[in-house]
């Protein structure tokens, strides 16, 4: 199934515009599950497992697991997604940017091993390092535009010359994905909550392009500000992510249940404001 449709059909079922990112961090674990093998897979299936009706995604963040040298855990964790909660696209989030014959073995690494629905890519080395994504046309490909770091301003806001006149760096980057990139319809943008003025700029040059918005939660981000600036016309559009605040929400044996509160009264914030 196109990653759109699902997303779509996720949005739909589900009445949820939140994502929750799965960045497993052993330190952060409740007692009972330090030291076991497969902690991390442990942890991760229980916060799905307990979060999957409140959400339109899950976002794995590769490092998490690249780290612990957990990538079998990574492989398993998204095969339980697919099978426990197959209608919950997953997005594998890797930032991933390198030459074209260098990003085709990331494309086959998230597509073809991981078996992710959809990836995040960095775009700033230009299309042909984003086309072996491109090329599974039913597959996500959401790429960083106004990332919710304060150093992203240090470049994605500098004032550039283009064709279409003189604008700042990533409206130029949302407008080329929109006009240029966009001809399976797979493509979506990441623009932080930490900046709602860029969100409505992004949802002003891009249509109803679903956005990933990381940035509410652990780093501040706020979610009617998010929703005013970043909604479409129907209410939609977005996946807002949250990953620590969900994730550590609990310390104890009951972390999940603790987890799925937080998810639920975040779906709720958010859903107040669409
Ligand atoms: O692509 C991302 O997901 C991403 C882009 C961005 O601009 N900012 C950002 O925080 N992220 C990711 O979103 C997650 C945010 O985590 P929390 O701050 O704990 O909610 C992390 O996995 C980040 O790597």
Request: charged content about 25%; glycine content about 8%; some cysteine.
């Amino acid at each position: 199934m196109h990653f759109m449709t699902a997303l779509e059909a996720a949005w739909q079922q589900r009445n949820s515009l939140l994502c929750v990112g799965l960045d497993p961090d052993p330190v952060k674990f409740p007692a009972h599950l330090q030291g076991c093998p497969d902690a991390i897979l442990e942890f991760c299936k229980a916060i799905v497992d307990a979060t999957a009706d409140l959400v339109c995604c899950f976002k794995p963040q590769i490092a998490y697991f690249a780290a612990h040298r957990a990538e079998d855990q990574l492989e398993a964790l998204i095969e339980h997604i697919h099978t426990a909660h197959p209608d919950t696209p997953v997005i594998l989030d890797a930032k991933r940017g390198d030459i074209g014959s260098t990003a085709e073995q990331y494309a086959i690494e998230a597509f073809e091993r991981f078996k992710a629905d959809a990836i995040t890519v960095n775009p700033y080395m230009g299309r042909d390092s984003v086309d072996p994504y491109l090329a599974y046309p039913d597959k996500g490909v959401i790429l960083l535009c106004r990332t919710s770091n304060p150093g992203g301003s240090d470049l994605q806001f500098l004032e550039v010359d283009t064709p279409k006149g003189r604008m700042k760096l990533y409206e130029h980057v949302a407008r080329t994905v929109a006009e240029d990139w966009n001809a399976s319809g797979n493509c979506g943008l990441v623009v932080g909550a930490t900046f709602p003025a860029e969100i409505a700029r992004v949802r002003e040059l891009t249509g109803d392009m679903p956005l990933l918005v990381p940035g509410i939660g652990a780093q501040g981000g706020d979610i009617a500000a998010t929703l005013v600036a970043g909604r479409t016309a129907k209410g939609g559009g977005l996946m807002i992510n949250s990953s620590r605040a969900v994730l550590y929400a609990g310390k104890d044996e009951d972390f999940a249940e603790a987890a799925r509160k937080v998810a639920l009264d975040t779906r709720d914030a958010i859903n107040a404001h669409r």
